[in-house]
């Protein structure tokens, strides 16, 4: 079976810090990863896809397949940073998601 | 564009009673998901669908059935609900299930259902 895992529940880092949200995915072939983000009483949406290979709200991730990862990362935390995030893989025609890192901005 | 639209937003069920949940898109999406996000079990896909009249099994899709009479609309119904039914489900659509850029999944508010 397909799996992705984020191992972090929560994270909670300071203002100004980096940040570094894990995630791993068993796929054998060539997999199409993603990061959704859930912001509080918004929608669950795109955030970036490893194929974009592109920078968004300063998060990038880049796809490591020899640890199998897809770890999302950002310099320096923002307060609006604060929301679920999701790490998902695609699969032909079926997404899977991992179980989500609520990650907490403290001010 | 309403983009991805959930009916009912919250309901509540005794045990054996059925319902169905409605998901319309007006993006022109051909594929289209129902997913149930958990405590500690992020999203799950349920069932999802490639185009009209078509429908295919995810993850879990025991006690589910689903059905894509018109493109915009999938339809998740539960015949017999359960208590451990209960969860928030979300619908999303996509323009195509495969790889590249036009596989973004675009979500529905999600529909809080308790089962009694």
């Known amino acids: 079976a397909q799996r992705v895992t984020q191992p972090e529940k929560l994270l909670s880092v300071f203002k100004g810090a980096p940040v570094e949200l894990k995630c791993n995915y068993s796929?054998?072939?060539?997999?199409?990863l993603f990061w959704y983000v859930q912001y509080s009483r918004q929608r669950l949406q795109l955030l970036l896809r490893?194929?974009s290979r592109e920078s968004i709200k300063g998060f990038t991730a880049d796809l490591n397949k020899g640890e199998t990862s897809f770890h999302l990362k950002k310099p320096f935390a923002q307060e609006e940073d604060s929301a679920m995030y999701y790490c998902?893989?695609?699969?032909?025609?079926?997404?899977?998601f991992g179980t989500g890192t609520s990650l907490t901005v403290i001010p | 564009n309403a983009g991805v639209t959930q009916t009912p937003k919250f309901r509540v069920l005794k045990t054996g009673q059925s319902m169905t949940l409605l998901c319309a898109q007006d993006m022109n999406h051909e594929y289209m998901y129902w997913y149930r996000q958990d405590p500690g079990m992020g999203l799950r896909l349920i069932h999802y669908?490639?185009?009209?009249?078509?429908?295919a099994k995810g993850e879990v899709p025991d006690g589910y059935n689903v059905s894509r009479l018109k493109k915009q609309n999938f339809l998740l119904g539960l015949e017999s609900a359960a208590p451990s039914q209960t969860s928030v489900y979300f619908c999303a659509s996509s323009y195509s299930g495969t790889s590249g850029s036009k596989n973004e999944q675009f979500f529905g508010p999600g529909t809080r259902l308790t089962v009694l």
């Open positions: 669908s490639v185009g009209e009249g078509t429908t």
């Open positions: 490893h194929i």
């Open positions: 796929y054998s072939g060539s997999p199409e």
């Open positions: 998902a893989q695609n699969t032909g025609n079926q997404f899977y």
